[in-house]
Antibody, heavy 120, light 112 residues
Framework: EVQLVESGGGLVQPGRSLRLSCAASGFTFDDYAMHWVRQAPGKGLEWVSGINWNSGTIGYADSVKGRFTISRDNAKNSLYLQMNSLRVEDTALYYC?????????????WGQGTLVTVSS | QSALTQPASVSGSPGQSITISCTGTSSDVGGYNYVSWYQQHPGKAPKLMIYDVSNRPSGVSNRFSGSKSGNTASLTISGLQAEDEADYYCSSYRSSSTLDVVFGGGTKLTVL
C-alpha cells in the first residue's frame, strides 16, 4: 500500500523559513517522480514543485520560484521542500504526491497534507 | 502559468449524467495525453479518478469516463449518485524548459 506522510508544517512568521518532509513507503521510491501540491483554505489545488526520479529534472510554479527548493533522497525514501522567504499567501495545506511514472506524467497518490500557516 | 479552465459548478439529479470540461492550450491539454482528473471530498485528500485522458485506475467505478478533443478534456459521470458530490480537478503536464504541471480551478459537483 502506497503511503506518503508529510511533516514539518506549522506556524511561521513572514520572511522566515520552513522545511517540509515526506516519508514514502509501499512502492519503489526511486522509480517515480514526486510533487508538492498545495491548497489554500477554501481554494483549489495549486502545483508547487516536482522532481523526476533521479533529480535530473525539476520544476517550480512561478509563485514560488527562487524561494522554494525541492529535493529527494532516494536512499531514505524521502522528499523535501525547503521554503524560504515565506509570505502570507503561502499559507496552505501542502500535499506530497507520487507520480505514476519516473518522469512527471500525472499524480496517482496523495498524502494527507501538512498545514503551513504564515502569519505575524 | 495560467490554470486550466473548468466551470465553477455543475449539478445533476441522481441517475443522470454530467460532464465537466477542462480547457487548456496546445502546450498542455492539447499537446499531450497526460490529463488526469481528481475527486476531492471536504477535508479529504484528492483521489485519482482518470489518468492519461481516459484510463481508470483499478477500483474506480466505470461510471467515470474521460475524453479529449483539441485543447479541451472532459470528465463524464454517468448514473449520478449522492456520493459523487465533491470537487473535481483536472491536471495536465505542460511543455516547458523545466518540469511543469498545471491544475484546473476545480468544479463543485452538486447532486440534487
Amino acid at each position: 500500500e502506497v503511503q506518503l506522510v508529510e511533516s514539518g508544517g506549522g506556524l511561521v512568521q513572514p520572511g522566515r523559513s520552513l522545511r517540509l518532509s515526506c516519508a514514502a513507503s509501499g512502492f519503489t521510491f526511486d522509480d517515480y517522480a514526486m510533487h508538492w501540491v498545495r491548497q489554500a483554505p477554501g481554494k483549489g489545488l495549486e502545483w508547487v514543485s516536482g522532481i523526476n526520479w533521479n533529480s535530473g529534472t525539476i520544476g517550480y510554479a512561478d509563485s514560488v520560484k527562487g524561494r522554494f527548493t525541492i529535493s529527494r533522497d532516494n536512499a531514505k525514501n524521502s522528499l523535501y521542500l525547503q521554503m524560504n522567504s515565506l509570505r502570507v499567501e503561502d499559507t496552505a495545506l501542502y500535499y506530497c504526491a507520487k507520480d505514476k511514472d519516473y518522469d512527471p506524467r500525472g499524480i496517482d497518490y496523495w498524502g494527507q497534507g501538512t498545514l503551513v500557516t504564515v502569519s505575524s | 502559468q495560467s490554470a486550466l479552465t473548468q466551470p465553477a459548478s455543475v449539478s445533476g439529479s441522481p441517475g443522470q449524467s454530467i460532464t465537466i470540461s477542462c480547457t487548456g492550450t496546445s502546450s498542455d491539454v492539447g499537446g499531450y495525453n497526460y490529463v488526469s482528473w481528481y475527486q476531492q471530498h471536504p477535508g479529504k485528500a484528492p483521489k485519482l479518478m482518470i489518468y492519461d485522458v481516459s484510463n481508470r485506475p483499478s477500483g474506480v467505478s466505470n461510471r467515470f469516463s474521460g475524453s479529449k478533443s483539441g485543447n479541451t478534456a472532459s470528465l463524464t459521470i454517468s448514473g449520478l449518485q449522492a456520493e459523487d458530490e465533491a470537487d473535481y480537478y483536472c491536471s495536465s503536464y505542460r511543455s516547458s524548459s523545466t518540469l511543469d504541471v498545471v491544475f484546473g480551478g476545480g468544479t463543485k459537483l452538486t447532486v440534487l
